[in-house]
């Protein structure tokens, strides 16, 4: 809406410092932000071509307004008048926005390194869990991604990572709809990632 956008024009001028356009170093004074495990994936999602243009690849060194809302937009949520064609498109903006976190080299695919390295930030808070238990956690959801994307694999073969199809199938029947959203609730805050 009209008023949202108004409400997004002052989160970006407070974030850019009244400038035109805002730099991976302005997100420093989002103070939700600081205590994220992924905030380095959240910012660099931001700047990522791919969620701002179709078929655009690599990262921008800032981002404009309407840059700021496109990438926004992945996090609103979903209207109640929406069609089921409406909802399909909107599910798959959201989880390829969300692959696109994960697929941090641009190549297509998550590879099991990949996954390794966001399960290993998401679990670097907790003190009780060793870097090997996390690999351990991220291996045994990689091979249930293969069961899933591929079948019962032969003992040679190797699965080559999580293409974004493979990503649909693994988010069939989760709410991602509900569950991935931003809320602005006041000037101090500026955003809640669920």
Known sequence: TSEQIEHLHRRFKQLSRDQLTIRKENFDSIPDLEFNPIRGKIVHAFFDKRNLRPESDGLADEINFED???IMS???PIEMNM???QL???RKAKLK???HMYDSDHDGKITL???RNVVEELLSGNPHLEKESARSIADGAMMEAASICV???GPDQVY?????EDFLKMWQGIDIETKMHVRFLNMETIAHCY
Do not use: A, K, S, V
């Open 151 to 153: 079948g019962q694999m």
């Open 83 to 85: 069609d089921e064609e």
């Open 160 to 164: 080559e990572g999580i293409t974004f």
């Open 88 to 90: 399909d498109r909107f």
């Open 68 to 70: 700021f809302l496109t």
């Open 74 to 76: 992945y996090f609103r």
């Open 113 to 115: 390194q990949e996954y």
């Open 97 to 99: 926005f969300l692959f």
